[in-house]
Protein backbone atom coordinates (compact mmCIF):
# COMPACT_ATOMS: atom_id res chain seq x y z
CA UNK A 1 0.00 0.00 0.00
CA UNK A 2 0.95 3.39 -0.57
CA UNK A 3 0.23 4.75 2.50
CA UNK A 4 -1.82 8.49 2.99
CA UNK A 5 -0.82 10.46 0.02
CA UNK A 6 -0.76 14.50 -0.10
CA UNK A 7 -0.22 16.71 -2.44
CA UNK A 8 1.20 18.95 -3.05
CA UNK A 9 4.59 18.19 -0.76
CA UNK A 10 5.11 22.35 -0.77
CA UNK A 11 3.06 25.20 -1.78
CA UNK A 12 4.01 29.03 -1.57
CA UNK A 13 1.62 31.31 -2.09
CA UNK A 14 0.79 34.81 -1.62
CA UNK A 15 -1.36 36.26 0.64
CA UNK A 16 -4.70 36.74 -0.18
CA UNK A 17 -4.70 33.98 -2.70
CA UNK A 18 -6.88 30.36 -2.50
CA UNK A 19 -4.89 27.47 -1.65
CA UNK A 20 -5.92 23.78 -2.32
CA UNK A 21 -4.27 20.91 -0.25
CA UNK A 22 -5.14 17.34 -1.11
CA UNK A 23 -5.45 13.90 0.32
CA UNK A 24 -5.76 10.35 -0.47
CA UNK A 25 -6.53 8.04 2.58
CA UNK A 26 -4.94 4.42 2.88
CA UNK A 27 -7.83 2.28 0.80
CA UNK A 28 -10.31 0.86 3.11
CA UNK A 29 -10.19 3.70 6.00
CA UNK A 30 -13.24 5.08 7.52
CA UNK A 31 -11.81 7.78 9.56
CA UNK A 32 -9.43 10.61 8.06
CA UNK A 33 -8.15 13.49 9.73
CA UNK A 34 -6.60 16.56 8.73
CA UNK A 35 -3.83 18.31 11.13
CA UNK A 36 -1.56 21.49 11.36
CA UNK A 37 2.01 22.14 12.54
CA UNK A 38 3.11 24.75 13.77
CA UNK A 39 6.17 25.83 15.73
CA UNK A 40 3.79 27.86 17.92
CA UNK A 41 0.89 25.64 18.75
CA UNK A 42 1.92 22.29 18.09
CA UNK A 43 0.10 19.41 16.40
CA UNK A 44 -3.73 20.77 16.19
CA UNK A 45 -6.36 18.38 14.94
CA UNK A 46 -8.55 20.67 12.33
CA UNK A 47 -10.86 18.37 11.30
CA UNK A 48 -12.12 14.53 10.89
CA UNK A 49 -14.23 12.92 8.83
CA UNK A 50 -16.03 9.48 9.00
CA UNK A 51 -17.65 7.67 6.09
CA UNK A 52 -17.05 10.90 3.85
CA UNK A 53 -19.25 12.98 6.53
CA UNK A 54 -17.55 15.55 8.48
CA UNK A 55 -17.86 14.70 12.44
CA UNK A 56 -15.62 17.43 13.86
CA UNK A 57 -14.91 20.63 12.51
CA UNK A 58 -14.29 22.72 15.66
CA UNK A 59 -10.76 23.12 15.50
CA UNK A 60 -11.01 25.04 12.25
CA UNK A 61 -9.31 28.15 12.69
CA UNK A 62 -12.17 30.31 10.84
CA UNK A 63 -14.46 30.48 8.14
CA UNK A 64 -11.45 30.72 5.63
CA UNK A 65 -10.73 27.03 6.05
CA UNK A 66 -13.03 24.34 4.38
CA UNK A 67 -12.91 20.46 3.94
CA UNK A 68 -14.27 18.59 1.88
CA UNK A 69 -14.44 14.93 1.59
CA UNK A 70 -16.43 13.91 -1.96
CA UNK A 71 -15.51 10.38 -2.35
CA UNK A 72 -13.91 7.95 0.35
CA UNK A 73 -10.67 7.91 -1.52
CA UNK A 74 -10.35 11.69 -2.11
CA UNK A 75 -9.84 15.22 0.47
CA UNK A 76 -9.23 19.01 -0.14
CA UNK A 77 -8.59 21.80 2.69
CA UNK A 78 -9.22 24.89 1.06
CA UNK A 79 -7.68 28.03 2.82
CA UNK A 80 -9.83 30.99 0.82
CA UNK A 81 -8.34 33.93 1.52
CA UNK A 82 -4.58 32.54 2.69
CA UNK A 83 -2.84 35.22 4.86
CA UNK A 84 0.83 34.75 6.49
CA UNK A 85 -0.37 33.40 9.93
CA UNK A 86 -1.69 29.75 7.61
CA UNK A 87 1.96 28.94 7.26
CA UNK A 88 2.39 25.53 8.68
CA UNK A 89 2.67 22.07 7.63
CA UNK A 90 -0.62 20.28 6.57
CA UNK A 91 -1.05 16.83 7.73
CA UNK A 92 -3.74 14.54 6.45
CA UNK A 93 -4.17 11.08 8.45
CA UNK A 94 -6.63 8.10 7.85
CA UNK A 95 -7.53 4.73 10.35
CA UNK A 96 -9.36 2.14 10.79
CA UNK A 97 -11.94 2.56 13.28
CA UNK A 98 -11.49 5.42 15.67
CA UNK A 99 -11.11 4.49 19.59
CA UNK A 100 -7.86 2.84 20.84
CA UNK A 101 -6.72 2.63 16.91
CA UNK A 102 -3.60 3.91 15.50
CA UNK A 103 -3.42 6.62 12.84
CA UNK A 104 -1.17 6.73 9.65
CA UNK A 105 -0.34 9.99 8.40
CA UNK A 106 0.67 11.55 4.97
CA UNK A 107 3.71 12.94 4.67
CA UNK A 108 2.15 16.41 5.19
CA UNK A 109 2.54 19.63 2.78
CA UNK A 110 4.45 22.57 3.38
CA UNK A 111 2.54 25.58 2.87
CA UNK A 112 3.86 28.98 3.30
CA UNK A 113 2.29 32.22 2.66
CA UNK A 114 3.88 34.99 1.63
CA UNK B 1 -10.91 17.52 28.95
CA UNK B 2 -8.53 15.80 28.14
CA UNK B 3 -4.47 17.24 28.03
CA UNK B 4 -1.33 15.83 27.27
CA UNK B 5 2.11 17.11 28.46
CA UNK B 6 5.20 16.62 27.50
CA UNK B 7 7.46 18.35 30.17
CA UNK B 8 10.55 18.36 27.79
CA UNK B 9 11.26 20.20 24.39
CA UNK B 10 14.88 18.71 23.84
CA UNK B 11 16.08 15.70 25.54
CA UNK B 12 20.03 14.71 24.53
CA UNK B 13 21.49 10.92 25.30
CA UNK B 14 24.74 9.22 24.55
CA UNK B 15 24.27 6.62 21.75
CA UNK B 16 24.03 3.42 24.18
CA UNK B 17 22.41 4.53 27.29
CA UNK B 18 18.85 4.49 28.27
CA UNK B 19 16.64 7.14 27.30
CA UNK B 20 13.35 8.17 28.94
CA UNK B 21 10.70 10.59 26.79
CA UNK B 22 8.22 11.71 30.13
CA UNK B 23 4.71 12.26 28.93
CA UNK B 24 1.86 12.61 31.49
CA UNK B 25 -2.13 13.04 30.92
CA UNK B 26 -5.07 14.27 32.21
CA UNK B 27 -8.77 12.31 31.32
CA UNK B 28 -11.42 12.50 33.24
CA UNK B 29 -11.93 8.50 32.10
CA UNK B 30 -10.35 5.74 30.77
CA UNK B 31 -7.09 6.55 28.45
CA UNK B 32 -6.14 5.40 25.24
CA UNK B 33 -2.55 6.68 25.02
CA UNK B 34 -0.27 6.56 21.96
CA UNK B 35 3.14 7.59 20.95
CA UNK B 36 4.85 8.36 17.51
CA UNK B 37 7.82 9.28 16.05
CA UNK B 38 8.21 11.96 13.41
CA UNK B 39 11.47 12.24 11.57
CA UNK B 40 12.48 15.49 9.29
CA UNK B 41 9.88 16.19 6.32
CA UNK B 42 7.84 13.43 7.27
CA UNK B 43 4.68 12.26 9.06
CA UNK B 44 4.19 10.93 12.13
CA UNK B 45 4.70 7.17 12.38
CA UNK B 46 3.11 5.45 14.94
CA UNK B 47 5.07 3.95 17.80
CA UNK B 48 3.36 2.00 20.78
CA UNK B 49 -0.02 2.09 22.24
CA UNK B 50 -2.03 1.42 25.89
CA UNK B 51 -5.43 0.42 25.45
CA UNK B 52 -5.76 -2.07 28.33
CA UNK B 53 -3.80 -4.61 30.07
CA UNK B 54 -0.36 -5.32 30.98
CA UNK B 55 1.45 -1.81 31.85
CA UNK B 56 4.49 -2.15 29.79
CA UNK B 57 3.72 -1.54 26.50
CA UNK B 58 6.40 -3.09 23.35
CA UNK B 59 6.27 -0.91 20.64
CA UNK B 60 8.58 -0.38 17.23
CA UNK B 61 12.24 -0.22 17.06
CA UNK B 62 12.95 -1.27 20.84
CA UNK B 63 11.08 0.89 21.94
CA UNK B 64 8.32 0.68 25.10
CA UNK B 65 6.38 2.87 27.63
CA UNK B 66 4.81 2.28 31.01
CA UNK B 67 1.46 3.09 32.22
CA UNK B 68 1.32 4.33 35.35
CA UNK B 69 -2.03 5.28 36.16
CA UNK B 70 -1.43 6.58 40.00
CA UNK B 71 0.82 9.28 38.53
CA UNK B 72 -0.93 9.36 35.19
CA UNK B 73 2.36 9.02 33.34
CA UNK B 74 3.05 6.96 29.70
CA UNK B 75 7.06 7.59 29.56
CA UNK B 76 8.67 6.29 26.44
CA UNK B 77 11.75 4.47 26.95
CA UNK B 78 14.81 2.42 25.15
CA UNK B 79 17.72 0.37 27.02
CA UNK B 80 20.04 1.33 24.46
CA UNK B 81 19.75 4.63 22.18
CA UNK B 82 20.74 5.00 18.30
CA UNK B 83 21.71 7.79 17.06
CA UNK B 84 18.93 6.99 14.16
CA UNK B 85 16.54 7.28 16.87
CA UNK B 86 16.80 11.18 16.71
CA UNK B 87 13.51 12.67 16.22
CA UNK B 88 10.94 14.33 17.56
CA UNK B 89 8.71 12.24 19.92
CA UNK B 90 4.70 13.20 20.25
CA UNK B 91 2.89 11.37 23.25
CA UNK B 92 -0.92 11.70 22.17
CA UNK B 93 -4.75 10.59 24.90
CA UNK B 94 -7.92 9.59 23.83
CA UNK B 95 -10.21 9.64 26.22
CA UNK B 96 -12.11 5.57 25.63
CA UNK B 97 -15.50 7.71 25.37
CA UNK B 98 -14.53 10.83 23.37
CA UNK B 99 -13.55 11.44 19.97
CA UNK B 100 -10.34 13.63 20.02
CA UNK B 101 -6.82 12.49 20.10
CA UNK B 102 -4.90 15.36 21.91
CA UNK B 103 -1.13 15.37 20.84
CA UNK B 104 1.48 16.70 23.53
CA UNK B 105 3.81 19.58 22.06
CA UNK B 106 6.39 17.24 21.41
CA UNK B 107 10.33 16.12 22.57
CA UNK B 108 13.28 16.32 20.50
CA UNK B 109 15.19 13.59 21.21
CA UNK B 110 18.92 13.86 20.32
CA UNK B 111 21.27 10.78 20.10
CA UNK B 112 25.03 11.99 20.83
CA UNK B 113 27.82 9.44 18.94
Redo the contacts between chains.
Keep these: DAG?IQSPRHEVTEMGQEVTLRCKPISGHDYL?WYRQTMMR??E?LI?FNNNVP??DSGMPEDRFSAKMPNASFSTLKIQPSEPRDSAVY?C?SSVG???V???????TRLTVT | AQSVAQPEDQVNVAEGNPLTVKCTYSVSGNPYLFWYVQYPNRGLQFLLKYITGDNLVKGSYGFEAEFNKSQTSFHLKKPSALVSDSALYFCAVREARANNLFFGTGTRLTVIP
Design positions: VFGLLYIDFALAGKQYFGPG
